[in-house]
């Protein structure tokens, strides 16, 4: 009997294919065992099936492969010539098949491996970076594998563990679960307001310097989202200045260049800070959110389920992230005291 692995693979797809009523994989355990333990019993034992099903297993083994695998008394075994031969044949398989057994069941039980993660790269390091920070520190074992991109990937053969993404997925077949509101704020800098003044109407605003965003993927430039008189309208306005990065459109507008509509997630911690002056507040819109992707609801990972678990602790309308209609009015109106009014 030849060594080459491949007449092992032809064994189980022949069995496979049979039409005889045999576990090929475990007949072949069982007769693997039973060698190592010496006794079809304590084979038994260690599988888990009585006796007699150890010893019809392997009886059926030998009976398709057509050779005496097993010399068998009633208190001994031994080895034919040909179970010798194809027990050196199918071990560095068994091997091969057990590891990947214990691998697997390692990726389920243990918090470990690889994680792979997809998301926006528009102003979403800052989100994710802090999140990923915990969980690393939580989970050494684990091995990020970030890919950030404004595009639209294959979920299923970009290989993809959890995802995030601003608006709604249009893949079918994936779990999505909301985070927190995307706030696109007009805001400007006190410097550029106390030299140019503060619109207080959206007629106003076509006299002002804007900021426009153009698509880093489409090219088109995005209109501004502002709620008129209840519903969501999409501004087009006369612009100062255009970026295809939402990093450099947010320094323009903390540097006093422009005013710029900027969503929450780039604008809270400048607002909170003083640096950034919330305008038209009754215009603010919140047209889409931040969304969080995984494709199954079951027999997920451990490590995966760990990090959405995480995810959506921290994250799910965080106010970390959501300012309060209150506390944008208490922004604005610090500015209005502190630079109008002189106090």
């Given at each position: ?73 009633t208190r001994s075994?031994?080895l034919t010539e ?199 507040l009754s215009q ?60």
């Amino acid at each position: 009997m030849s060594s080459n692995f491949n007449l092992i693979i032809n064994h189980v797809i022949d069995l496979q294919y049979s039409s005889m009523p045999i576990n090929e994989l475990r007949s072949i355990s069982m007769f693997a065992k039973a060698v190592e333990l010496g006794s079809i019993r304590k084979a038994a034992q260690a599988q888990g099936v009585s006796a007699q099903a150890a010893t019809q297993a392997i009886a059926m083994l030998e009976k398709h492969l057509g050779v005496r695998l097993l010399h068998r008394t009633t208190r001994s075994l031994s080895l034919t010539e040909e179970g010798q031969q194809f027990l050196e044949d199918t071990q560095p398989a068994l091997a091969t098949l057990e590891r990947a057994v214990n691998t697997a069941r390692a990726g389920k039980e243990g918090i470990g491996g690889p994680l792979r993660i997809v998301g926006p790269k528009s102003s979403f390091a800052s989100i994710l970076m802090p999140l990923l920070s915990e969980f690393c520190q939580q989970h050494p074992e684990v091995r990020p594998d970030v890919e950030l991109d404004d595009g639209i990937g294959n979920w299923v053969l970009d290989r993809v563990d959890v995802g995030f993404r601003i608006g709604e997925s249009a893949q079918d077949g994936v779990i999505s679960r909301r985070l927190f509101p995307i706030q696109l704020i007009v805001c400007a800098s006190p410097e550029y307001l106390a030299r140019y003044g503060m619109p207080t109407t959206t007629e106003e605003l076509s006299a002002h310097r804007c900021s426009m965003f153009r698509h880093p993927v489409t090219g088109k430039v995005s209109p501004w989202y502002l709620t008129v008189d209840g519903k969501v309208e999409q501004r087009h306005l006369p612009s100062a200045f255009y970026s295809n990065d939402t990093e450099l459109e947010l320094q323009a507008v903390l540097a006093g260049l422009v005013i710029g509509q900027v969503a929450n997630i780039s604008a809270a911690p400048h607002i909170r800070a003083g640096k950034l002056v919330p305008l038209l507040l009754s215009q603010l819109s919140t047209p889409i959110s931040l969304h969080l992707y995984y494709g199954s609801r079951h027999a997920l990972p451990v490590r995966v389920r760990a990090f959405l678990d995480l995810a959506l602790e921290k994250l799910r309308d965080t106010p970390a992230l959501v300012l309060s209609e209150q506390e944008l009015a208490a922004a604005q109106e610090k500015f209005r005291q502190i630079h109008l009014h002189g106090k």
